[in-house]
């Protein structure tokens, strides 16, 4: 299927919103050397495997710190996509079993700032994020790896941010087709703390009237495995070139009080706000898709 509208939008607000918690309110610790170890995971290439830091998810860009594109194996520099692949998204790293041999014990560690926020996009309900989602805490007395036997999918590390689509229209704008499309994003802050909740939301809340840059689909900077594909990446570089932007036209935050959190969350002490983008992005479809 081709790509959309809505996938360049949400693959750029993503982008935006990763940067603005690095830049804004530097929500990173580190650069601090990690150890990587092997666990076993199901969302890998049969000939690869994979081996986890502590944390997720790895800084990949940043105006203020520097990101290595390399690790140590065995004492030996190996840059990413030599026969590795350097997921940020998850923390690990992916080892070609051809290039680097089948062995799971192998010595990897590498220099890297990891994020005290994450972001996530995904197109589950709010309601199934909250309900049926298994959240760990990081970072923690005990690390991500240290509380699992395995690597499972569909486990968040928070305190997080969710981003998703939840509706849209197109509005008539001008003669000759033009269109102004107004995308509602949801984004679910979900935290352990109201300290990095309220942070979250004010950060987010002050973004009203604010223009997102939409990166072209095929510029997207991370590849199938959360890697980066070009290095160094660098989004103020990324967005340098950009010529279409989205607008931010107003922001809504909430949060759900104490008593509605506990219910909800079972004996878990989450607490859970919500950021409502309206934005908008004038177009014309009915050229881009007549035939």
């Given at each position: 299927?081709?790509?959309?509208?809505?996938?360049?939008?949400?693959?750029?607000?993503?982008?935006?919103?990763?940067?603005?918690?690095?830049?804004f309110s530097e929500a990173y610790e580190g650069p601090i050397s990690q150890v990587f170890t092997y666990y076993d995971s199901v969302d890998i290439p049969s000939n690869y495997n994979?081996?986890?830091?502590?944390?997720?998810?790895?800084?990949?860009?940043?105006?203020?710190?520097?990101?290595?594109?390399?690790?140590?194996?065995?004492?030996n520099q190996v840059f990413d996509k030599d026969g590795i692949y350097i997921d940020y998204g998850q923390?690990?790293?992916?080892?070609?079993?051809?290039?680097?041999?089948?062995s799971?014990?192998?010595?990897?560690?590498?220099?890297?700032?990891?994020?005290?926020?994450?972001?996530?996009?995904t197109d589950e309900t709010e309601?199934?994020?909250?309900?049926?989602?298994?959240?760990?805490?990081?970072?923690?007395?005990?690390?991500?790896?240290?509380?699992?036997?395995?690597?499972?999918e569909k486990t968040y590390t928070?305190?997080?941010?969710?981003?998703?689509?939840?509706?849209?229209?197109?509005?008539?704008?001008?003669?000759?087709?033009?269109?102004?499309?107004?995308?509602?994003?949801?984004?679910?802050?979900?935290?352990?703390?109201?300290?990095?909740?309220?942070?979250?939301?004010?950060?987010?809340?002050?973004?009203?009237?604010v223009s997102v840059p939409l990166i072209d689909f095929e510029d997207f900077p991370y590849g199938e495995f959360s890697h980066v594909k070009t290095h160094p990446y660098n989004y103020s570089d990324t967005i340098s070139n950009s010529t279409s932007?989205?607008?931010?036209?107003n922001v809504r935050v909430s949060k759900i009080n104490d008593r509605a959190t506990e219910r909800?969350?079972?004996?878990?002490d989450f607490k859970v706000g919500f950021i409502d983008f309206s934005v908008s992005k004038v177009r014309n479809p009915r050229i881009l898709y007549k035939r």
């Open positions: 299927m081709n790509v959309g509208f809505d996938h360049q939008l949400l693959s750029s607000f993503y982008l935006w919103s990763e940067d603005r918690l690095n830049y994979a081996f986890y830091c502590p944390y997720r998810q790895l800084v990949s860009a940043s105006d203020k710190i520097s990101v290595n594109n390399y690790v140590n194996i065995e004492g923390g690990r790293v992916l080892v070609d079993k051809d290039t680097h041999g089948d799971t014990t192998l010595s990897i560690t590498g220099d890297f700032a990891y994020k005290t926020v994450n972001v996530y996009t309601e199934n994020i909250i309900l049926n989602s298994d959240f760990l805490i990081s970072p923690s007395n005990e690390t991500y790896l240290q509380s699992r036997s395995a690597i499972e928070i305190p997080a941010v969710f981003l998703t689509l939840a509706n849209s229209e197109n509005y008539p704008f001008a003669f000759g087709g033009l269109d102004e499309t107004k995308v509602n994003i949801r984004a679910i802050v979900i935290s352990e703390s109201n300290y990095i909740l309220d942070g979250v939301l004010s950060l987010f809340r002050d973004s009203a009237r932007f989205g607008f931010i036209d909800i969350t079972s004996s878990k």
